[in-house]
């Protein structure tokens, strides 16, 4: 089972991690309210669809205009146009197939300063029983073509589940990361929350691509993707409600 970004980034944030103030819509009429109770001055347009790759995709009618499923807005008005025109509308991506999936909710975001990207994820690794994060400083790409061109920027850390995520999993995560000083506490902070949300809510895996570096230096969860494990779902009723 897969969730949206806005929900699984509701359930990483009952944990602590760090993630954008965001509101889900699904109409225009609530795109204003939406972006005026984020504030500003910059918010993030973004499709919510079960596929990777929206901000490089196209819809396929016209009147959504020629920008993809992930749009920066700079006004209001340009978040309620945005919203106008990608609502109800069929986007393309490299994961849908040529028929695309239509867009029925949007996410309105606050936007960031990004300073740098970095790509983390968590699985489970069914041989071992034990959740592998995996790691690169190639943030934002797609990690199957990082594999493939230069799979020296992936670095695996393996968590055994007798001991349960530990700080020297999320240094070894900060290293991996080249980070160092507050971001490397950081690192650890956020290895070790992102643990505990993957075993409490039994996923299967959950990505964050791209996990970034704010200008301030702060890191931040700026995408969440989030499936689970159908046959434990039963223990989570407040997961088969999202």
């Known amino acids: ?10 359930l990483l944030k009952e944990f602590g991690a760090p993630v954008s103030r965001g509101v889900a819509i699904f109409s225009a009429e609530e795109a204003e309210a939406a972006a005026r109770e984020l504030g500003g001055p910059l918010w ?20 959504a205009g020629e920008k993809g499923g992930v749009r920066l807005a700079k006004s209001i008005d340009e978040v309620k146009e945005f919203a106008s025109q990608m609502l109800g509308k069929t986007l393309v991506t490299v994961q849908t197939g040529d028929a695309g999936k239509q867009v029925n909710r949007l996410y309105i975001e606050d936007g960031s ?6 790509y ?26 990082v594999a493939h061109d230069t799979p ?6 393996t968590v055994d589940p007798a001991t349960g995520a530990m ?40 990505e964050i691509n791209p996990l970034i570096v704010t200008t301030d ?18 223990r989570h009723p407040d997961v088969q409600k999202l």
């Open 113 to 118: 300063d990004i300073e740098k990207e970095f």
């Open 120 to 145: 983390l994820s968590a699985l489970v690794d069914r041989a071992t029983g034990s959740v592998a994060f995996v790691v690169s400083t190639e943030g934002g790409m797609d990690i199957e073509q």
């Open 167 to 206: 700080p020297h999993h999320g240094r070894a995560v900060a290293k991996a990361l080249g980070l160092s000083g507050d971001l490397a506490k950081q690192a650890t902070d956020l290895t070790i929350k992102l643990y505990n949300a993957f075993v409490s809510k039994d996923m299967e895996m959950l």
């Open 152 to 157: 020296e920027k992936i670095h695996t850390i």
């Open 217 to 234: 230096g702060k890191l931040r969860c700026l995408d969440a993707k989030v499936s689970f494990d159908s046959n434990a779902l039963y």
């Open 1 to 10: 089972m897969n969730i949206h970004e806005y929900q699984g980034k509701a």
């Open 44 to 63: 993030v347009v973004k499709s919510q669809i079960h596929a990777g790759g929206r901000g490089k995709g196209k819809f396929k009618e016209a009147e």
